[in-house]
């Protein structure tokens, strides 16, 4: 995963993954990516809402 993605996706308001069934999709989210987002809008100081349909 590239370092600079939870940086990338909280500098936007609105973030959408998409892409082809068994390309890693939920894999990207759930092993790494929604964890470092958590990260990275703790140390923020704008509130934020992170919600995964």
């Not at 993954?17 to 890693?24: N, P």
């Not at 140390?43 to 349909?53: D, F, G, K, Q, W």
Request: hydrophobic share 40%; aromatic share 6%.
């Amino acid at each position: 995963m590239a370092e600079n993605l939870p940086r990338l996706v909280c500098d936007h308001r609105f973030a959408v993954l998409f892409g082809a069934s068994g390309s890693g999709k939920s894999s990207l989210l759930c092993a790494g990516l929604i964890p470092r987002l958590r990260e990275e809008m703790s140390r923020r100081e704008r509130p934020a809402v992170l919600r995964v349909y």
